[in-house]
């Protein structure tokens, strides 16, 4: 399990009232420091009160990560003259109230911005958005699901196999690794990813369940998870527009599949 941040790294800025309960639940995992500025719109006698746009404005230096709940919107308003540098600047996600998409706004790559957005999309079940370049020019996705308590050393070895029968295919072009819920915490699979600098991206069972796939069906997994198969779907549902280029392979107690969404034109 990912340790909470300290509340210096990370600050949480609900842009409303109403998204204080989705905050705190997310602090409440991530840790940092939880800003409520509506408490802040009234000034005694003589005081100036301060926008909101303000009062980040004075906090956004204070923490190295920022977590915005709100539309991308106000984000970038906010945001107006704050960045300077990408190896500097406090890395930006912004939430929507709803929790329907985590998105990697500022110093995503460099500033860790594209790590907490899958992050923030595991806690939330938000989807995550990317688009710096160095994400973006790796075509791969791997589906992965493994038995309880799989070591780092057993995933690896799973996925080296699985891509050694794609042709060129390395562990370089891996984008994103997706597994089902119920293996979020996996440590084995949390280790792999970790050591490679891949992000985790975790798929609901419901989602599966839900997915129509051409796979073979598992019976063990459907008797023990209630679901068809992990690894094929979770890829496909993380890459939507991918085709899969190999399907389920197993070993030693890891199944490993591999998407593509190499872009080819119209």
């Given at each position: 399990m990912t340790p909470p941040l300290a509340e210096a790294e990370l600050g949480i800025w609900p842009v409303r009232a109403e998204a204080e309960l989705l905050a705190a639940r997310l602090q409440g995992t991530l840790g940092g420091t939880l800003y409520r500025p509506w408490l802040n719109s009234e000034a005694g006698e003589g005081e100036a009160v301060l926008t909101q746009r303000q009062q980040f404005a004075l906090a956004y230096r204070r923490h190295r990560r920022w977590i915005m709940i709100g539309a991308a919107g106000i984000a970038v308003r906010f945001l107006d003259g704050q960045p300077q540098d990408k190896h500097s600047d406090p890395a930006v996600v912004v939430l929507d109230e709803a929790a329907r998409f985590a998105i990697s706004l500022l110093a995503g790559h460099e500033g860790g911005a594209n790590r907490l957005a899958y992050r923030v999309a595991q806690l939330t079940g938000a989807q995550p958005v990317v688009s710096t370049a160095t994400e973006a020019i790796k075509p791969l996705v791997l589906g992965i699901g493994c038995r309880k308590h799989a070591s780092a050393g057993q995933v690896s070895?799973?996925?080296?196999?699985?891509?050694?029968?794609?042709?060129?295919?390395?562990?370089?072009?891996?984008?994103?690794?997706?597994?089902?819920?119920?293996?979020?915490?996996?440590?084995?699979?949390?280790?792999?990813?970790?050591?490679?600098?891949?992000?985790?991206?975790?798929?609901?069972?419901?989602?599966?369940?839900?997915?129509?796939?051409?796979?073979?069906?598992?019976?063990?997994?459907?008797q023990n998870v209630g679901v068809d198969g992990v690894c094929e779907p979770a890829a496909l549902i993380a890459s939507p527009r991918g085709r899969l280029a190999l399907g389920k392979t197993a070993l030693d107690g890891v199944t490993v599949a591999v998407v593509d969404d190499t872009f080819e034109g119209m």
């Open positions: 070895q799973a996925v080296a196999h699985a891509l050694a029968q794609l042709d060129g295919a390395t562990l370089a072009q891996v984008r994103e690794v997706a597994t089902i819920d119920i293996k979020a915490e996996e440590p084995g699979l949390l280790a792999f990813c970790a050591t490679h600098d891949l992000p985790l991206r975790v798929i609901s069972t419901r989602q599966i369940a839900q997915r129509a796939w051409v796979g073979k069906p598992s019976e063990w997994v459907k």
